[in-house]
């Protein structure tokens, strides 16, 4: 069987929502391989993109209840007839580079529901709380026709926000009295936030987590409007994931948003934009790895980091080393493309 074949026939198994074929098409795209890189690129462009699900992005603080909201998010949305697809990213060892990928196991339920699907990948070296390859992901699950697309980050954090440049809303889920966690967050994160989650408000923590959705709503109003927001937009409201309280209202907070959104064309040009982001950010990893695999410049590096770790250079002029050749270079093709027109 040639490779067009096998491409067209995994692209074939997507459409029709074959869970492993998504899983193998998933796969593909995460696989650094430069053949593999290829039948991707095959793939998504046989696959088009016609199909648009909700993608819902989701982080938030260690502890608190990711998981668990995830499930009982999800079951709720399935419960309702939707297909909801669910891309968690685990944090990779900095040590072995290794995963657990153990978010499935703790979404057992929601693993076994024939409407889910759930693909736990690695964050490897990619900063910002999602893998490298999240994007083509959620297109492979739009694809396969999943009504919501669920985008679950490592966890909170300063760069956090990558997740909001393929997400249609961006959900900050945390937990009461967590200290001074408001001046940690408030900045980069809790400005990309639709909507701020106050979770485990059940038992002797209802109190608590009443109080901190209060400080959060204060917050949210100190904060400059946005353009894609309509007027009350950001909320903070409290959720209880395990006793499935308050799920209702924030799904419905979150179909008064995207609605108003798509009346209003910011659905529309928020995608757009965010495909403008992906472009330059595929166009930046792309010549990074040129310059990785170029023989000339990795041994410049070499020679250049040998220097730098016996402190012979500074790290600045060291890089001004490398990066000298590669300008003289672009200025001479450019000069040589301009004479020849």
Same mark, same amino acid.
Request: proline letters at 4%.
């Given at each position: 069987? *040639?490779?067009?074949?096998?491409? =067209?026939?995994?692209?074939? $198994?997507?459409?029709? !929502?074959?869970?492993?074929?998504?899983?193998?098409?998933?796969?593909?795209?995460?696989?650094?391989?430069?053949?593999?890189?290829?039948?991707?690129?095959?793939?998504?462009?046989?696959?088009?993109?016609?199909?648009?699900?909700?993608?819902? !992005?989701? *982080?938030?603080?260690?502890?608190?209840?990711?998981?668990?909201?995830?499930?009982?998010?999800?079951?709720?949305?399935?419960?309702? !007839?939707?297909? &909801?697809?669910?891309?968690?990213?685990?944090?990779?060892?900095?040590?072995?580079?290794?995963?657990?990928? !153990?978010?499935?196991?703790?979404?057992?339920?929601?693993?076994?529901?024939?409407?889910?699907?759930?693909?736990?990948?690695?964050?490897?070296?990619?900063? $910002?709380? &999602?893998?490298?390859?999240?994007?083509?992901?959620?297109?492979?699950?739009? @694809?396969?026709?999943?009504?919501?697309?669920?985008?679950?980050?490592?966890?909170?954090?300063? *760069?956090?926000?990558?997740?909001?440049?393929?997400?249609?809303?961006?959900?900050?889920?945390?937990?009461?009295?967590?200290?001074?966690?408001?001046? $940690?967050?408030?900045?980069?994160?809790?400005?990309? @936030?639709?909507?701020?989650?106050?979770?485990?408000?059940?038992?002797?923590?209802?109190?608590?987590?009443?109080?901190?959705?209060?400080?959060?709503?204060?917050?949210?109003?100190?904060?400059?409007?946005?353009?894609?927001?309509?007027?009350?937009?950001?909320?903070?409201?409290?959720?209880?994931?395990?006793?499935?309280? $308050?799920?209702?209202?924030?799904? =419905?907070?979150?179909?008064?948003?995207?609605?108003? +959104?798509?009346?209003? *064309?910011?659905?529309?040009?928020?995608?757009?934009?965010?495909?403008?982001?992906?472009?330059?950010?595929?166009?930046?990893?792309?010549?990074?790895?040129?310059? +990785?695999?170029?023989?000339?410049?990795?041994? +410049?590096?070499?020679?250049?980091?040998?220097?730098?770790?016996?402190?012979?250079?500074?790290?600045?002029?060291?890089?001004?080393?490398?990066?000298?050749?590669?300008?003289?270079?672009?200025?001479?093709?450019?000069?040589?493309?301009?004479?020849?027109?």
């Amino acid at each position: 069987m *040639s490779r067009t074949t096998d491409i =067209k026939a995994l692209a074939q $198994g997507v459409q029709s !929502g074959d869970r492993r074929a998504l899983a193998r098409a998933i796969t593909l795209v995460e696989s650094g391989r430069a053949d593999h890189r290829a039948d991707a690129l095959d793939l998504l462009e046989m696959l088009g993109t016609q199909k648009q699900a909700l993608r819902i !992005g989701l *982080s938030g603080t260690p502890g608190v209840g990711k998981s668990t909201f995830i499930e009982s998010f999800g079951l709720m949305l399935t419960g309702m !007839g939707k297909r &909801v697809a669910v891309l968690a990213v685990d944090p990779s060892s900095a040590r072995s580079g290794g995963s657990i990928l !153990g978010d499935k196991t703790r979404m057992d339920h929601l693993a076994r529901d024939p409407n889910a699907f759930i693909r736990p990948s690695p964050s490897q070296t990619q900063l $910002g709380g &999602v893998a490298r390859r999240s994007r083509e992901a959620v297109a492979l699950c739009e @694809a396969a026709g999943f009504d919501v697309v669920l985008i679950e980050t490592v966890g909170v954090g300063q *760069s956090e926000t990558v997740v909001a440049q393929m997400a249609d809303l961006f959900v900050l889920l945390l937990a009461p009295a967590g200290g001074d966690e408001l001046q $940690g967050v408030k900045r980069g994160i809790m400005e990309m @936030a639709d909507l701020i989650l106050v979770n485990k408000a059940d038992g002797d923590l209802k109190p608590q987590a009443m109080r901190t959705c209060a400080d959060y709503a204060g917050a949210l109003r100190l904060l400059r409007k946005r353009a894609q927001d309509p007027d009350g937009f950001p909320k903070a409201l409290t959720i209880s994931a395990l006793e499935v309280h $308050g799920l209702e209202a924030a799904w =419905k907070e979150m179909e008064t948003l995207i609605q108003w +959104r798509r009346n209003n *064309s910011i659905w529309t040009a928020t995608r757009e934009a965010q495909a403008a982001y992906w472009f330059g950010e595929d166009v930046r990893n792309g010549l990074l790895d040129m310059l +990785r695999n170029d023989p000339q410049t990795a041994a +410049r590096m070499k020679a250049a980091e040998a220097d730098v770790k016996a402190g012979r250079t500074p790290p600045t002029a060291a890089a001004e080393q490398v990066l000298e050749p590669l300008r003289l270079r672009l200025g001479g093709d450019a000069g040589q493309t301009g004479s020849e027109t």
